[in-house]
């Protein structure tokens, strides 16, 4: 599959849950209800955010011969109060440490990332075109 192109399948599953999977069968569930018995989509989204501008500073600080030891991102998004609900705001913060980590080369492996290299950061503030389809049929629904 080209990296141009990417898919994945969402079946409903009960309720509010649905189970989301690639095309190479890995696969997560998430649930909108309340309470979750999975994660919910917009803290998927956040997660997608922590993961791949994670990916990029690892990698980054690595080149920089300054691996990190200790890291983790937390991600916190702060939605409107009316639909659709979309995030008005998300903070990241990460935080990492390593013999060789300073400062300076943490923050500008951060930046890059953000800046220029995470797609997930880059999706989340470009217009994207979300284009719909709809197949529809009476009796019993298609596996």
Do not use: W
């Amino acid at each position: 599959m080209s990296d141009d192109l990417q898919r994945v399948r969402v079946d409903y599953l009960s309720e509010h849950r649905f189970r989301a999977s690639n095309e190479t069968g890995l696969a997560m569930n998430m649930d909108g209800g309340d309470p979750a018995k999975d994660l919910k989509p917009m803290e998927i989204l956040l997660a997608a955010l922590g993961g791949c501008t994670g990916i990029d500073v690892v990698d980054i600080m690595r080149k920089k011969r300054a691996p990190l030891a200790r890291y983790r991102i937390e991600v916190e998004g702060v939605r409107a109060p009316d639909h659709p609900r979309r995030f008005l705001t998300i903070t990241v913060r990460h935080i990492g440490s390593g013999p060789d980590v300073t400062l300076a080369a943490f923050q500008r492996a951060v930046e890059l990332s953000h800046d220029r290299y995470c797609s997930v950061s880059a999706s989340l503030s470009a217009n994207v075109r979300a284009e719909v389809e709809l197949e529809a049929s009476s009796g019993t629904p298609a596996a």
